[in-house]
């Protein structure tokens, strides 16, 4: 079973996220989102354990508890839903061919 983790403290690891879920039975991943940008937690993660006994137990006791300050949420994952593809062509709605030159009739400065 895949299970997502979320509001976790941006101080937890992978080791530590998957810590908390071999009390409960086999982990067979764990791993914390981190930014690609800023090589940071997101604050979020996803277990994946072997047994789905287990899983639920560790869902349904480790939901809301507290882990480093912080109210742990601990669901099942949620398949990926397929978004649809973002189209970055075209004039952006508007603009056009705007000039602006120093020259256009009324005199004074336009910036």
């Known amino acids: 079973m895949n299970i997502y983790v979320s ?5 937890v690891q992978d080791e530590d996220l998957q810590s908390y879920f ?8 764990a791993k914390v ?9 997101k604050g979020f ?6 047994d789905d006994a287990a899983a639920n137990k560790a869902i ?10 912080r109210a742990i ?3 099942v994952a ?5 978004r649809p593809k973002r189209s970055f062509s075209g004039n952006g709605g508007g603009g056009g061919n705007r000039s602006f ?3 256009g009739g009324g005199g004074g400065n336009r910036w």
């Open 45 to 50: 993660g996803f277990v994946e354990m072997s």
């Open 101 to 103: 030159s120093g020259n």
């Open 33 to 41: 989102i981190m930014d690609k940008f800023t090589n940071r937690s």
């Open 22 to 29: 071999a009390e409960y039975g086999e982990v067979t991943s």
């Open 78 to 82: 949620k398949p990926k839903e397929d």
């Open 7 to 11: 509001n976790l403290s941006f101080a």
């Open 60 to 69: 349904a006791e480790l939901d809301g508890a507290m882990v480093d300050g």
């Open 73 to 75: 949420r601990v669901n």
